[in-house]
């Protein structure tokens, strides 16, 4: 079964590049622009697993972060911040928030696919 994947990001041109590089490697993706959208995204289905850019309009990374580990259907949901910050703040930051990850753009195709399918499948597999 194929895997969706939500990518939230606030760059059209980032979330065209992570679905060229995720689509052609067997995942599905949804998008949103801002973390509003992006929580009433998951509220309408629950993707995979979610790439979270940090600084966004209207609702920052942590935030939807925060609010998803704080609901009980998504608190195990792998949550991949993607971020051009390297600032050890903002790691430490996404980290208290819960995200499952912190990888920096730009990031190489390989990197990307094979973190978002670890985190799936640690999730299929706490999940059984």
């Not at 696919?113 to 299929?124: H, L, N, P, R």
């Amino acid at each position: 079964m194929q895997k969706t994947i939500l990518i939230v990001d606030d760059d059209p041109i980032t979330i065209n590049l992570l679905q060229l590089i995720l689509e052609p490697a067997g995942f599905m993706t949804q998008t949103a622009q801002n973390g509003a959208e992006a929580l009433e995204q998951v509220s309408h289905g629950k993707p995979d697993a979610i790439l979270l850019d940090v600084m966004m309009p209207i609702m920052d990374g942590f935030t939807v972060c925060q609010e998803l580990r704080s609901q009980q259907d998504t608190a195990q949901l792998p949550i991949i911040i993607l971020s051009t910050s390297a600032q050890s703040r903002s790691v430490e930051k996404g980290m208290e928030a819960g995200a499952s990850k912190y990888l920096f753009k730009p990031i190489s195709r390989d990197v990307l696919v094979s973190e978002i399918t670890k985190a799936i499948q640690y999730q299929d597999t706490v999940a059984h």
